[in-house]
């Protein structure tokens, strides 16, 4: 994951205690940072966009990926075989989460497969909705919740089973969560109800050994904010940023294996910006 060849880092206080440890981690990590070798994750909305890139940064670091996706099956098997010519193990999981039971069905597949043992929840499947606030239909608020706060709860509640000591469960947030931008009030509390998760879950399953916590994207290029095509899309996300470009899927990939690492073993509860510096 973090590749460090040929960098060079002066580490201040590194003879002694955090600076030592953090400087041992420095030479280490040259070579490998994220070692998931064995570890077997679950990545919602894998078919596409930031669960895609989620899924294939985990792969790379040796996790054995479950990609689960909806409609996107094609997408979903095509990153399965990326996977595995590259020698990882990948295996497609369908499950449409807004349906009532979706993720009943979902972690029943996935306890079938894994034997025991899920190390690494990453709960991504997420939907959104441009609209003022007037033109928001009782369905579609329904529907918001039900795929970004329903569905990962119950997941992480039928999970349990097979979640342990040393797991990780990582959900997606968002920057709109602690900002107001565009009209998507209804998909902002959605990731404001993720945020409160994250510290209760964090804290009750803290003793079981459990961390949790998310990843809050600012805008991403994906279909979902396919705003950022426009000029004006584009302009706005670059009056909101400290870095100048809209980000890609792969910009927040990277940090799913991180988080589930050895190397984050002490974080739990938070909610990571991963936004290149939105609305400082
Ligand atoms: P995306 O490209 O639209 O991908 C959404 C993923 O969610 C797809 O894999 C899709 O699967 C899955 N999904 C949607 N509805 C589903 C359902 N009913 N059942 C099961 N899976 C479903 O979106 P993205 O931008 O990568 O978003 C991923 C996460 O990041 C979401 O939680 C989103 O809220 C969050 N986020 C995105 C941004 C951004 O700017 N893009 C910013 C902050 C946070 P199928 O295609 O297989 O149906």
């Given at each position: 994951m973090?590749?460090?060849?040929?960098?060079?880092?002066?580490?201040?206080?590194?003879?002694t205690?955090?600076?030592?440890?953090?400087a041992?981690?420095?030479?280490?990590?040259?070579?490998?940072?994220?070692n998931l070798?064995?570890?077997?994750?679950?990545?919602?909305?894998?078919?596409?966009g930031?669960?895609?890139?989620?899924?294939?940064?985990?792969?790379q670091?040796?996790?054995?990926?479950?990609?689960?996706?909806?409609?996107?099956r094609?997408?979903a098997?095509?990153?399965?075989?990326e996977?595995?010519r590259?020698?990882?193990?990948?295996?497609?999981?369908?499950a449409?989460?807004?349906?009532?039971?979706?993720?009943?069905v979902?972690?029943?597949?996935?306890?079938?497969?894994?034997?025991?043992r899920?190390?690494?929840?990453?709960?991504?499947a997420?939907?959104?909705?441009?609209?003022?606030?007037?033109?928001?239909s009782?369905?579609?608020?329904?529907?918001?919740?039900a795929?970004n706060?329903?569905?990962?709860?119950?997941?992480?509640q039928?999970?349990l089973p097979?979640?342990?000591?040393g797991?990780n469960?990582?959900f997606?947030?968002?920057?709109?969560?602690?900002s107001?931008?565009?009209?998507?009030?209804?998909?902002?509390?959605?990731?404001?109800?993720?945020?409160?998760?994250?510290?209760?879950f964090?804290a009750?399953?803290?003793?079981?050994?459990?961390?949790?916590?998310?990843?809050a994207?600012?805008?991403?290029?994906?279909?979902?904010?396919?705003?950022?095509?426009?000029?004006?899309?584009?302009?706005l996300?670059?009056?909101m940023q400290?870095l100048?470009?809209?980000?890609?899927?792969?910009?927040?990939?990277?940090?799913?294996?991180?988080?589930?690492s050895?190397a984050?073993?002490?974080i739990?509860?938070?909610?990571?910006?991963v936004?290149?510096g939105?609305k400082?």
């Open positions: 973090a590749k460090l060849e040929g960098k060079v880092a002066v580490i201040t206080g590194g003879t205690g955090m600076g030592l440890a953090t041992k981690l420095f030479v280490k990590e040259g070579a490998d940072m994220a070798t064995n570890r077997i994750a679950l990545v919602t909305g894998a078919s596409r930031i669960g895609r890139a989620a899924a294939r940064s985990l792969a670091d040796g996790a054995r990926v479950l990609v689960h996706y909806s409609r996107g094609e997408e098997e095509s990153l399965v075989s996977i595995r590259a020698g990882g193990y990948a295996e497609p999981v369908a449409d989460l807004a349906a009532e039971d979706g993720a009943h979902l972690a029943e597949k996935v306890r079938k497969i894994v034997d025991g899920l190390d690494i929840l990453v709960a991504n997420g939907i959104s909705k441009s609209v003022p606030i007037e033109a928001l009782v369905e579609d608020f329904d529907r918001l919740f795929v706060v329903r569905a990962p709860y119950f997941l992480v039928q999970l097979v979640l342990g000591d797991s469960v990582i997606v947030s968002s920057l709109v969560a602690r107001a931008a565009g009209t998507i009030a209804a998909y902002a509390a959605t990731k404001g109800a993720i945020d409160t998760l994250v510290k209760h964090a009750a399953l803290g003793p079981r050994g459990i961390r949790v916590n998310a990843v994207p600012g805008v991403v290029d994906t279909e979902m904010s396919s705003f950022a095509h426009t000029e004006s899309g584009r302009q996300t670059m009056s400290a100048k470009r809209v980000a890609t899927p792969d910009d927040i990939g990277g940090v799913f294996p991180f988080l589930a050895e984050a073993r002490w739990t509860g938070h909610i990571i910006a936004d290149g939105s400082l």
